[in-house]
């Protein structure tokens, strides 16, 4: 079945960049979407990539997406204090009602 | 557009009560889905609804689980029979089409003592 994965705990000091990681399974994946939780909070989309693209910039964000190693990275550009959040990875696969599986997570400790 | 609404925020129930939570999605969404997120993970795909149609059930979804869309606008999420492994946060979000993003409520959060 689909399987996301990410690192658990990403250490950054503020004002540096931020690049978070996910690797993926489903070849047929269709968009993949980077979503961002506070504490007490849902999931609030911060971006995403149609699979045929490789890279999408918007503003501090940057998403690299490498089809072939089923990678994708979230660069935040100038990282502040108030990025510090879990990020999650997801895919939306192709088959059936095109499930969207979330990976685990990757905790954001922004340091002033 | 006012968001995707949960409701409640919070419920702390004792073991073997029913429970039912609301969701609200965002309206002319006509697609919308229950999620369940446990500590330290991430969201597990419940169920989903396409109008008042239920397409999809995970296998997360015991026999104690039931949501339903009558007339698919709002969504129901009912328990019952509650166990303490059912605690967790508890997830709705819509989507206007197949493609597009999930847009989430802020969740339930679901305490069973």
């Known amino acids: 079945g689909e399987d996301v994965e990410q690192s658990l705990f990403l250490s950054v000091r503020e004002g540096d960049s931020s690049v978070i990681n996910c690797t993926y399974t489903d070849s047929s994946s269709t968009y993949l979407y980077w979503y961002k939780q506070e504490p007490g909070a849902g999931l609030q989309l911060l971006t995403y990539?149609?699979?045929?693209?490789d890279m999408k910039q918007d503003q501090r964000l940057t998403v690299l997406l490498n089809k072939k190693d089923k990678h994708l990275s979230l660069r935040i550009a100038d990282t502040q204090t108030g990025d510090s959040a879990i990020y999650f990875c997801a895919e939306r696969g192709s088959g059936g009602y095109q499930k969207v599986t979330f990976g685990t997570g990757t905790k954001l400790q922004v340091i002033p | 557009d006012t968001g995707v609404s949960q409701n409640p925020r919070h419920k702390i129930t004792k073991r073997g009560q029913n429970v039912t939570f609301r969701c609200d999605p965002i309206s002319e969404h006509n697609r919308l889905y229950w999620y369940r997120q446990t500590l330290g993970q991430g969201p597990e795909f419940l169920t989903y609804f396409q109008n008042e149609a239920q397409l999809e059930k995970s296998r997360l979804l015991s026999d104690r689980f039931s949501a339903e869309r009558p007339k698919g606008s709002f969504s129901t999420l009912e328990i019952q029979r509650t166990e303490q492994g059912d605690s967790a946060m508890y997830l709705c979000a819509s989507s206007p089409t197949g493609n597009s993003p999930l847009h989430f409520g802020n969740g339930t959060r679901l305490t069973v003592t």
């Open positions: 990539i149609f699979s045929n693209m």
